[in-house]
């Protein structure tokens, strides 16, 4: 997986592409963690590079969100590619996410 | 059975209000407005029943609640939870009759409605030897009609295969996929956490045909914990699956509620038989 930071309008995006899966989740983690630690604001993911996802990736995202939560900024689900849209679908990925930051504000 | 008039908006609202009354009682025991008011909305079901709509099953339940709730609003019973429970039950089957579909079985449905009003009458100290005491085993099953599969991983995926996204596509291709909730509450802090362990966890209502769903989960057993409820089963089954998982049973209950494998009343009911285990075993519908 490679990550690319992006600061816009008081904002950080990351954008990933690749595949992010149990192969890489390692890497991926420090990459995502990393660039966490070095945003502006609240950041959003833009996935619409990404090629693959596993239900792995998608447990890094929701621990990334919860890195965020804890750093005190919130960690938006934006743009997907297609086929990531097709493999998540089923998991409603932005409710999933935006339901995931409301608890964790509660909380 | 013939179709019954459509129900008018204000029975609905009033076993809307009875039921956010009743539920009141699970909270606050023996609150007197709120037994006062669902005297009055039993009174006015009662009478839409009898006049209006032709559900005789519903007037004679209503009649028999209205007065076990007087006798509460008058201190003459104690307002525990077993007759909560029971009141619960009876806000469930009346919901069941105005919707005049729930129950697949009419002798079904009139047998949890004669052992409903054999229960109120017993609390009350009127045995009514036209109603049949309630008889063996009663079981109150829940009205969704789709399998709900409960899944915590718990580790190591040993491949591909064992994707929870996959499994996920498998299930949309073999039935209806109706919803999934993704639980990220076991996830360890990510200091302690090697990021290839998958402790996901899912709640998905799946609308499938036959015996074949538990065949496909079969082949999970290592890589995670499942529980797989299947359509119109037993509420105790949903009390069982709230008592084991490790959620707080308040969160849980919410993703069964989106998933709609529970209605809210269903809901209240099991977390009353959570909250009082020494209570009576849960209910008896249909």
């Given at each position: 997986m490679k990550l690319l930071a992006e600061c816009r309008d008081n904002r950080t995006v990351l954008r990933l592409s690749g595949a992010l899966t149990a192969a890489g989740a390692s890497a991926a983690q420090r990459q995502l963690w990393a660039a966490l630690a070095a945003a502006a604001g609240d950041c959003e993911l833009d996935l619409s590079g990404l090629r693959r996802i596993d239900a792995i990736g998608l447990q890094l995202l929701l621990l990334a969100r919860q890195q965020a939560l804890r750093q005190g900024r919130r960690l938006h689900l934006g743009r997907l590619g297609i086929a990531v849209g097709r493999s998540l679908a089923p998991c409603r990925p932005h409710a999933c996410f935006a339901a995931a930051t409301d608890d964790g504000q509660a909380a | 059975m013939n179709a019954p008039a459509l129900p008018p908006i204000d029975s609905r609202q009033r076993l809307a209000a009875l039921a956010a009354r009743v539920q009141r009682l699970a909270k606050h025991p023996g609150d007197l407005p709120s037994i006062a008011i669902a005297a009055a909305c039993v009174r006015g079901l009662a009478r839409d029943a009898e006049r209006?709509?032709?559900?005789p099953d519903l007037a004679a339940l209503a009649m028999a609640l209205e007065p076990l709730l007087l006798q509460l609003h008058r201190r003459e019973q104690r307002c525990d939870a077993a007759t909560v429970m029971l009141l619960l039950e009876c806000v469930g089957h009346m919901g069941d009759l105005l919707d005049d579909?729930?129950?697949?079985?009419e002798a079904e449905r009139r047998a949890r409605g004669a052992r409903l009003q054999g229960r109120l009458l017993a609390l009350q100290g009127?045995?009514?030897?036209g109603i049949a005491p309630p008889t063996g085993p009663q079981v109150w099953r829940v009205a969704a009609n789709h399998w709900h599969l409960s899944l915590r991983y718990r580790g190591r995926l040993s491949g591909p295969k064992d994707d929870p996204l996959r499994l996920l596509q498998v299930l949309q291709q073999q039935g209806e996929l109706r919803a999934v909730e993704v639980l990220?509450?076991?996830?360890?802090s990510p200091e302690a956490f090697?990021?290839?362990?998958c402790r996901l966890g899912f709640e998905i209502a799946w609308a499938a045909p036959g015996d074949g769903p538990a065949v496909l989960l079969a082949g999970l057993g290592s890589v995670a914990d499942w529980c797989l409820l299947p359509p119109r089963c037993p509420l105790t089954d949903y009390v069982d699956l709230l008592r084991r998982r490790p959620e707080p049973p308040t969160r849980l209950g919410e993703r069964l509620l989106a998933c709609a494998s529970l209605s809210r009343l269903e809901l209240d009911y099991a977390l009353a038989a959570l909250a009082h285990p020494?209570?009576?075993?849960p209910p008896s519908a249909g």
């Open positions: - | 209006r709509l032709g559900l579909g729930v129950s697949h079985d009127r045995a009514d030897p990220d509450d076991a996830l360890p090697d990021p290839r362990d020494c209570g009576p075993p």
